[in-house]
């Protein structure tokens, strides 16, 4: 399984990813059909993209029915023309259908080009799905005025105060940062690598509904693994490193937190900085030992040499050396004094 649920995007949808960026298709309908990302339907451009989205967006979604829409903007960025990736999985969806939706969308975004995806937004209800329902989301997470870089952190930090509202799945911040739940597919993953399924997992935060989810479960050599890390947006890995020390076989789990700078936004970053602890914790309540917790920015770090002297730094010998230490200076000449006689 090289991608959250293995679910790729078949042919033709592929080929038509390839053609659709031209600027003159408006808004496509992707699902998950037979295992498959599937094209389910697609529209051109009409009239300006405000005048074009309640006409062409309300006829493709359905009551019950889950679906990716990807619909073009009007404003242009370094790769073309910027698109909105729309999720829309209904509460009444199943389960299953939720899971798989969630888990499928970076493969989704993946396949498009997440370069040219330059909004999102997640519809559980069909209000949520219209242009009325848009500008509201981006009111909702929208600044009122410019910030710094400080006053946004700070501003994250307000959001993730604690709370007094408990529930099975509420999101608990502790002294080590924020639990977030996580998928069952991740659940699933850390028991299979428990196992010996697998070598590798890599996991992100879904920062919609904050929950973990895993991004790909595989079994890769280690001169690999630095192309597994994202160059965009931030990551949690397991690697079970195997190597030998002193003559010993040894298997070391290692917990690699990725974030390749202010490429992130500051949400993205506050919120895998406070999530880790929690979460390395969950790891190990599903049975695997951590040997070593590292923080990256980039893959090319990741190589044999540099794993194996974190998990075996070299020993220094820090013992100082005993030295006689120095008489006071000019102490004069030695006076020779004799013992007086006893009468």
């Not at 595989?218 to 190597?243: C, E, G, S, V, W």
Request: hydrophobic share 35%; aromatic share 8%; with cysteine.
């Amino acid at each position: 399984m090289s991608h959250q649920t293995g679910i790729k995007a078949n042919a033709e949808l592929l080929k038509f990813f390839g053609k659709c960026k031209d600027g003159r298709t408006r808004v496509l309908k992707v699902s998950i059909e037979n295992e498959e990302l599937t094209l389910v339907d697609h529209k051109g451009v009409k009239k300006d993209w405000e005048k074009d989205y309640d006409a062409l967006v309300k006829p493709l979604v359905e009551d019950d029915v889950p679906c990716y829409i990807l619909y073009r903007l009007d404003y242009k960025i370094p790769t073309g023309y910027a698109w909105l990736l729309l999720s829309w999985v209904p509460e009444s969806a199943t389960v299953r259908q939720k899971m798989l939706y969630a888990s499928t969308k970076a493969t989704l975004k993946l396949e498009f080009g997440s370069g040219h995806i330059k909004e999102e937004l997640n519809a559980t209800g069909k209000d949520e799905t219209t242009l009325h329902g848009y500008h509201k989301h981006k009111i909702d997470f929208s600044s009122p005025a410019p910030l710094t870089s400080r006053e946004e952190e700070l501003a994250e930090l307000r959001k993730i105060e604690v709370k007094t509202e408990f529930a099975i799945d509420t999101k608990q911040q502790t002294l080590g940062g924020i639990n977030c739940p996580i998928s069952d597919a991740t659940a699933q993953a850390l028991n299979d690598m428990r196992r010996g399924a697998y070598n590798y997992l890599q996991f992100r935060i879904d920062l919609e509904e904050e929950k973990i989810h895993l991004v790909s479960a595989a079994n890769i050599d280690l001169l690999k693994l630095p192309a597994q890390i994202p160059t965009d947006h931030a990551r949690y890995h397991l690697y079970l490193f195997k190597h030998q020390h002193e003559g010993i076989y040894l298997d070391s789990m290692v917990f690699i937190y990725s974030m390749p700078g202010y490429s992130c936004s500051i949400r993205e970053r506050m919120m895998y900085s406070s999530c880790k602890g929690p979460f390395s914790a969950t790891i190990e309540k599903h049975g695997i030992d951590i040997t070593k917790k590292l923080e990256i920015d980039s893959g090319t770090e990741l190589t044999e040499e540099f794993l194996y002297e974190e998990i075996h730094p070299r020993k220094l010998n820090l013992r100082p050396q005993f030295s006689k230490p120095k008489g006071p200076p000019s102490r004069g000449a030695k006076r020779l004094t004799k013992p007086q006689a006893v009468e």
